[in-house]
């Protein structure tokens, strides 16, 4: 078992930052692909953004995140982080940090299905 547990969010306007962290326990963090996905209001949960089990690792990006969010983990800390910039009103949304062993994502890091183990999530709300 994996506990996830999310941390950061909050109400910022638009054009600002917030970082959201994602603490890990219970299983070896480095053997676990990590990925942020988003639900707002009567919308389908969205990819945000995944990286790979290893420090510095390979990171994907969401097509309306890009460019915008960066996300990175510290295998010490266990711990993954989600930094977002130049928020949007539209990114208004419950934040989830999930998480799967690296093995088994097979380039699929972008289905929520893949994923063993989900946060409890974390409001974010950008105010124009």
């Known amino acids: 078992q994996v506990q996830l547990v999310e941390s950061g969010g909050g109400s910022v306007q638009a054009g600002g930052s917030l970082r959201l962290s994602c603490a890990a326990s219970g299983r070896t963090f480095s053997s676990l692909a990590m990925g942020w996905f988003r639900q707002a209001p009567g919308k389908e949960r969205e990819f945000v953004a995944a990286?790979?089990?290893?420090?510095?690792?390979?990171?994907w990006y969401g097509d309306s995140v890009k460019g915008r969010f960066t996300a990175s983990r510290d295998n010490a800390k266990n711990t993954v982080y989600l930094q977002m910039n130049s928020l949007k009103p539209e990114d208004t949304a419950v934040y989830y940090c999930?998480?799967?062993?690296?093995?088994?994502?097979?380039?699929?890091?972008?289905?929520?299905?893949?994923?063993?183990?989900w946060g409890q999530g974390t409001q974010v709300t950008v105010s124009s």
């Open positions: 990286i790979d089990n290893l420090s510095g690792g390979v990171t």
């Open positions: 999930a998480a799967v062993p690296a093995t088994y994502v097979s380039g699929r890091y972008y289905e929520p299905n893949i994923y063993d183990y």
